[in-house]
């Protein structure tokens, strides 16, 4: 009956997916993973790379989706045609539904139980993609809660608490299983949200909760309610950014070289300065939820692709609101935008208490480069940038 179930993952070309493909490979390899990528055909030569190393690692290849099947066109020029040329903007997202959702919800059509893993860590406070099919269920491997939003508001609603309280009664085994009991016992109510509840009972005891919740999926028609046995149910991991970079580094997959910090010198009051600058995220080369400082980047790193990006500027279409890239180009922009970066994360550091324990071990504070990669991580889009 278990092997109905298509276990697949996503391969946006950022860390974080790469990161689970291996540790899901290596923590546990009873589990049939199928990779996948959606190509948007724009994407940096970093991340093609990214690809067939973790090829190499996993044994495997990844399928690559791109949305158009074989039109001549590069599936971003292909769609950028259809929608009159109209670049695609934080306001309108086309780039991401025609390009990313829809081939994945393509992908997964059908009747077929479908679990997708998803590398948001344990670190982040954001929900990623979540397909509205029956037949697919989002699993977070790296969170302390494995589970999707939509399953633990079942599974700790007041109509099924009677349920779930006897279920752990028969399942739990942790020393102090009363006082687990005694959190499912308590209703949800505005003095004691959902949410608290969750972090309650998983502060308790993950194992014993992650049963429940399975237990409780067989009563359903989520995918997991076919298998036979889950292995996650037994994971108390809970891993976060330094985790990722070890686990990249470790299986010689390697972190993507646009992630790796440059040096840019930038002249203040007099003073030469030294900034450091890099990209905070996988996806197109000419993403419009790139900073200013990510296009000085692209300028001064990928030449050829800037020019790209220039290109497609006309027709009073632009990538960022008020500015074209050839303005930003020029030499007086980049020195002012280099001096508007550093002033501001020399700010930013000055308060910053880094969350990593590479920095807690090295330092109270995180450098540059850290303090502006926090704010950048979590912005923008799940389904191009984990
Ligand atoms: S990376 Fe940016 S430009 Fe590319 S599909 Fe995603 S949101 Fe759109």
């Known amino acids: 009956m278990e092997n109905k179930v298509k276990h697949v993952l996503g391969i946006s070309g950022g860390k ?16 049939d993973i199928e990779y996948y990528s959606c190509d948007t055909g724009k994407e940096l ?42 670049l695609p903007s934080t306001m309108s997202r086309w780039c991401t539904k025609s390009l990313k959702l829809a081939p994945f919800e393509k992908y997964i059509a059908g009747d077929q139980p479908i679990v997708s893993y998803v590398g948001i860590r344990g670190d982040e406070d954001r929900e990623g993609y979540i397909s509205k099919k029956s037949n697919v269920q989002s699993i977070f491997p790296f969170r302390k809660n494995i589970w999707s939003v939509d399953v633990i508001n079942k599974v700790l609603s ?26 499912l016992e ?5 003095t004691f949200k959902i949410d608290e509840k969750l972090d309650s009972i998983l502060d308790h005891s993950i194992q014993d909760f992650n049963k429940v919740v399975f237990a409780f999926l067989k009563t ?47 002249e203040i009051d007099g003073e030469m300065k030294t900034g450091y600058y890099s990209r ?24 050829k692709l800037f020019e790209q990006a220039m290109n497609y500027e006309k027709e009073g279409f632009t990538w960022q609101q ?32 880094s969350p990593n324990l ?22 923008g889009c799940a389904a191009c940038f984990i």
């Open 45 to 86: 030569d970093e991340t093609y790379q990214l690809i067939k190393n973790l090829e190499i690692y996993l044994g495997k290849s990844i399928k690559v989706l791109n949305g158009v099947g074989n039109e001549e066109l590069n599936p971003f020029d292909h769609f950028l045609n259809r929608y009159g040329g109209y």
């Open 322 to 353: 008020g500015e074209t890239l050839e303005e930003l180009s020029s030499e007086e922009r980049r020195e002012s935008i280099k001096r508007e970066h550093y002033t501001r994360i020399k700010r930013k550091k000055a308060k910053f208490q």
């Open 280 to 303: 905070s995220r996988s996806g197109c080369f000419f993403c419009f939820f790139q900073q200013k400082i990510e296009w000085v980047w692209l300028f001064e790193n990928h030449p």
């Open 16 to 31: 974080d997916s790469a990161a689970l493909a291996i540790y899901l490979n290596d923590t546990y390899p009873s589990l």
């Open 358 to 379: 590479v920095d807690i071990l090295t330092d109270s504070t995180a450098d540059e480069w850290e303090v502006d990669w926090e704010e950048e991580e979590g912005k």
């Open 186 to 190: 308590a209703a949800v109510a505005p």
């Open 158 to 183: 007041n109509s099924n608490k009677d349920f779930v309280v006897n279920l752990y009664k028969e399942m739990a085994v942790s020393k102090s299983k009363d006082r687990g009991l005694k959190i």
């Open 220 to 266: 359903t028609s989520y995918p997991l309610a076919t298998c036979d046995d889950f292995p996650l149910i037994d994971n108390n991991d809970i891993l976060v950014r330094d985790d990722i970079f070890r686990i990249l580094e470790d299986s010689g997959v390697g972190v993507p070289a646009y992630y790796k910090k440059k040096e840019y010198h930038v």
